[in-house]
């Protein structure tokens, strides 16, 4: 009798009251398939950059690719193109002084997002990190996604496959909207960092003609009006569903809402797929995430596990017709403290592409987890999980932002 009633609850469900994403068409939209697609294209857009260049990236990693995109700004800042460079404090602490100082020689502009990073310290601030992964040139092109500055291949650790993720190319209005917000965050930090010289906001005149026929949006998520932006966009998506939904996300800790979302969806007969990590990586994440494992199988849904290699995916498509690639996790860390940005289209043909590589990385690269691997899993797996849970619940209790609620 609860079992049925709390069904019924779920069917009936619907959501806290949302703001709707605004859509426009005239969009040109790309789907990028890891480094092996991304960096090509990004290196020959800087090479031809004209007027301007922001980018903004969480991890700088000194390697090969690092290496050729310092090259390549350097290039650009020496004939002329204003180059602003933002990267995170944390990610990118091992930025090499030899790469910042020809940047500063060729004129280009380098930043690091909260660099004052003290490994004792309890102020909270610090987890408020730059996650974006987004480039804007000449007001004309953007680049949204999860691909950061490195190499797909992880360093020492032979046998696995490339770094698995995605980014978007796009031309049309919403990089209008991409270059705001770069431009914006660009100039807060400049005058957070007292370099009052470069806080002039940028001039150069944004494209926004239509150039193809794809419905796009573009979100944020910030610490300032943009706090919820990018789950409201999912939430919006989740609860229109019919049919499926399909996420491939690295780090996959939603809060109530969302869970509540995907369970509801579940019980109203859409097929619920999600593709998360495998391999470890970020330890703490990874061995939280099963803390929910149970209660979403036990709803219906379908949960697999890439092991190939490292998955850093951030991306989800609903009903074969919207798609969204993006920086953001759907964890605390990504939801309600770092800052991030989304693409999300309406548009059979991308939806369709990006869901048959998801789909495909499910049947070649990942295992299934079935409800049987849970119910019966050892004591100290257990006790591993709901550790590592309640360290995130402590974490995000400290910060001030509510762990307990939005992991309850």
């Keep these: 009798m609860r079992k049925a009633r709390a069904l019924t609850q779920l069917r009936n469900w619907r959501p806290p009251k949302v703001i709707a994403m605004h859509f426009a068409g005239g969009h040109r939209v790309r789907l990028l398939y890891n480094g092996t697609d991304y ?189 919820h932006g990018i789950e409201q966009a999912y939430l919006q998506a989740i609860h229109h569903a019919r049919h499926e939904i399909v996420i491939a996300n690295a780090y996959f800790l939603p809060g109530y809402r969302f869970r509540h979302a995907l369970r509801a969806a579940a019980a109203r007969g859409v097929r619920v797929v999600l593709l998360m990590q495998g391999q470890v990586d970020h330890f703490l994440l990874h061995w939280a995430t099963r803390a929910y494992y149970r209660r979403f199988l036990v709803a219906g849904m379908q949960i697999h596990e890439y092991y190939a290699g490292f998955m850093h995916a951030k991306a989800a498509v609903i009903d074969g017709e919207w798609a969204t690639v993006g920086s953001s996790n759907l964890d605390p860390f990504s939801l309600l403290l770092a800052r991030e940005a989304n693409v999300f289209v309406r548009d059979a043909a991308i939806a369709g592409e990006l869901r048959a590589d998801i789909l495909r990385q499910i049947a070649h690269s990942a295992r299934q987890v079935d409800v049987a691997d849970v119910k019966h899993a050892g004591m100290t797996l257990r006790a591993l999980v709901w550790s590592c849970f309640g360290l995130v619940r402590l974490i995000m209790g400290l910060t001030g932002y509510g762990g307990r609620r939005y992991l309850e």
């Design 39 to 227: 960096f090509p294209l990004l290196l020959a857009e800087i090479d031809t950059a004209r007027v301007e260049i922001f980018l903004e990236t969480y991890l700088f990693e000194a390697d090969d690719i690092g290496q050729r995109v310092v090259d390549a700004l350097v290039a650009a800042a020496q004939r002329g193109v204003r180059v602003r460079i933002q990267a995170d404090g944390f990610g990118a602490r091992q930025f090499p002084p030899a790469w910042r100082e020809r940047l500063e020689a060729a004129g280009a502009w380098l930043l690091f997002f909260r660099p004052d990073i003290r490994p004792l310290s309890f102020n909270t601030s610090r987890l408020r990190r730059l996650h974006r992964k987004l480039v804007v040139i000449d007001g004309r092109v953007g680049y949204v996604g999860g691909i950061n500055i490195l190499s797909d291949l992880e360093p020492g650790l032979p046998g696995l496959a490339p770094r698995y993720d995605y980014a978007f190319r796009v031309e049309g209005p919403v990089v209008a909207q991409m270059h705001t917000a770069a431009d914006r965050l660009w100039r807060h930090t400049a005058w957070v960092q007292l370099k009052h010289e470069w806080t002039a906001k940028s001039r150069v005149p944004v494209d926004a003609t239509p150039v193809g026929h794809v419905v796009a949006g573009f979100a944020i998520r910030d610490n300032l009006r943009h706090r």
